[in-house]
């Protein structure tokens, strides 16, 4: 199963989001659901990079990416990051609906 977990923090802005684990709806190379997951991810970097202007702090390894939004981004920055983290859980939660038992998604408060 693929464990998605957005954090928000007191002022309910995006800081982190964890993707952890493999679908295993199907062999791989073949797991539509692994497959729109990652294209979801990949896009949410993409967007913060390109369209919100800075480079947020990722880690990726087999089954596991972590994705952070580094502290100092301007009002502008931080307002277009959350935009495009909301769209992309969006699009997971969707995936969850129509796989609850390959992909779950929630959204934690940060612990401080």
Known sequence: ???????KDSDEKFVRLKVFGHAEFA????????AGVSALIETCIIGLENIAKFKPHVIKKEGYVLL????GVSACEREKADII???ILLGLQDISKSYPQYVQVKIAKEVL
């Open 68 to 71: 952070e939004i580094p502290k």
């Open 85 to 87: 983290v909301e769209t």
């Open 1 to 7: 199963m693929i464990a998605v977990t957005a954090v």
């Open 27 to 34: 062999d791989y190379g073949r797991d539509i659901v692994c």
